[in-house]
């Protein structure tokens, strides 16, 4: 039991009367489904859902250096970004591990947005601070300004369209557009968590219950829980804070190599990382399923014969494939798909083979 | 609702009694906190069960929950449609999606468990925690 009340987000009245189950999510009361998880997750992949993630954070990072201060606390190439472009990122200690994953929009020059994990977001805020210390910058936690609404699906486009004057069609993947949406001030970003299509909507707190009930009262969109969340996403292989990557691990051995741009001058981590690419992390973020029964949970050992050789760190079943699945850090070699191990399923040995991720990728 | 003619465990097991076979599964509110059942693991036919052993495993897409043996016995019957259709237990928990039965040794010990009414106000208490 926690002694401080749980935090509620602006649209807890409106969860509570769509019958969400609602959970202690880290000190936020949050929907972990309302239907069923498996119903919720196949309506996003087949149609759309619409969760509310207001619990993440917002940070504000602008002035003369902004993008000096961003390109030496993150991996990825800040200065890539143009206006109206968005970019996954990772915040990193000089060890290389993450102080967390975060997406950075790009609103103006000198004028960044910044999406982070709920439970880091005041330590992200606080490291970016002190990061910027000396420096011609002001950094903003803006947290308590948002509702963030994720509308996703293969149908979001057509059913949020009627609602905005920003043309949807004409948006790509991971842009947005600061837009008006159903009366509203908002930003609209092609950007989510689940694998699959789909808008991020951020406005104020005030107008946040308003257009999610809307879009519920369209018939087309269910309300989705935290427990479809954590589905998609680790089916699409998307990194958790805090299960898959945290302050322990670094981007190469998350398999984000992708997000680590080591030619854009230094950065926070930068000779760790220099070092692993050369050598050769020495595990690895890998995708698994099980041959045997049963679901590989969160902290689960791996076990090779005798030795214990990893641990999972997500896994569940998998709606769509209807397997168990899960990510695991291994060794380097026991990383290749079709390696067999076992995992330790409450002290019982099932198999597992290491299989190519994304699990699940849209057509 | 409840059904009147079950009694019912702490852990959430209920137990119905015909003759002197118990047909045990787990409840309609079990089943809710749980969420989507995927996988239910259960005894052979011929296993001796002592009244609070395991009796095998329940997975949800949610967490993992074992099941304890509210009555001892021995078991006479596995629900074979619950290996293809675990989600049964999630549709008709008192029903369809009943777990094993068990032979009776010792029948007093079914008087030991909660009646309909008393389970609803223990479920009841639980909930409000």
Redesign the interface.
């Known amino acids: 039991m926690t002694e401080e009340p749980l935090k509620k987000t602006p649209l807890n009245a409106v969860e509570h009367e769509l019958g969400g189950k609602m959970i202690d999510f880290g000190g936020w009361e949050l929907p972990v489904q309302f239907t069923g998880i498996i119903d919720e997750h196949n309506a996003v992949r087949t149609h759309a859902g619409l969760f509310d993630v207001s619990h993440m954070g917002e940070i504000l990072v602008k002035g003369a250096e902004a993008l000096t201060l961003l390109q030496r606390a993150t991996c990825n190439d800040v200065s890539k970004l143009e206006d109206g472009r968005a970019q996954y990122n990772g915040l990193l200690y000089p060890t290389a591990g993450f102080v967390d994953d975060i997406l950075i929009y790009r609103m103006a020059a000198n004028d960044y947005f910044i999406v982070a994990n709920a439970a880091n977001s005041d330590k992200d805020f606080e490291w970016l601070r002190d990061c910027a210390k000396g420096m011609e910058v002001d950094v903003t936690n803006a947290s308590n300004e948002y509702a963030q609404l994720a509308l996703q699906g293969p149908d979001a486009e057509k059913i949020l369209q009627p609602l905005t004057d920003v043309n949807l069609s004409a948006m790509k993947y991971y842009r947005f557009a600061t837009a008006n949406v159903d009366g509203a001030k908002a930003i609209v970003s092609r950007t989510g968590y689940t694998g699959e299509d789909g808008f991020e909507i951020y406005v104020a707190p005030s107008d946040g219950p308003r257009i999610f009930r809307k879009l519920v009262e369209t018939g087309k969109v269910v309300p989705c829980g935290l427990g479809a969340r954590d589905t998609l996403r680790l089916e699409a292989k998307m990194a958790l804070y805090g299960n898959d990557i945290d302050h322990s691990t670094t981007p190469l051995e998350a398999d984000l190599g992708w997000i680590v741009k080591l030619e854009k001058g230094d950065f926070m981590g930068r000779d760790v990382l220099e070092r692993e690419k050369s050598e050769g992390p020495k595990r690895k973020l890998v995708g698994f399923e099980m041959v045997d029964r049963g679901i590989a949970r969160h902290g689960y050992p791996i076990v090779d014969g005798k030795e214990e050789i990893g641990v999972v760190t997500s896994g569940t079943h998998s709606p769509t494939l209807k397997k168990a699945i899960g990510l695991a850090y291994l060794p380097l070699d026991k990383s290749a798909p079709g390696t067999q191990f076992s995992v330790l399923n409450r002290g019982k040995e099932t198999r597992a083979r290491a299989v190519p991720t994304p699990f699940y990728k849209r057509k | 609702m409840t059904p009147e003619d079950s009694r019912y465990a702490k852990s959430h097991e209920y137990v119905h009694v015909e003759g002197d076979v118990g047909t045990i599964g787990i409840t309609d509110y079990a089943q809710k906190e749980l969420?989507?059942v995927?996988?239910v693991?259960l005894p052979k036919v011929g296993t001796q069960l002592e009244l609070g052993d395991e009796l095998g495993?329940i997975?949800s897409?949610?967490?993992?929950s074992e099941l304890f043996t509210p009555v001892s016995g021995e078991v006479v019957e596995v629900n074979e449609a619950l290996a293809e259709k675990p989600e049964l237990v999630?549709t008709d928990p008192y029903g369809d999606g009943w777990m094993i039965r068990i032979k009776l040794a010792t029948p007093e010990e079914v008087d030991e468990l909660m009646d309909a009414e008393e389970y609803e106000e223990y479920i009841e208490k639980e909930a409000g925690k």
Do not use: C
């Open positions: 969420g989507d995927v996988f693991e495993s997975e897409v949610k967490a993992v999630n």
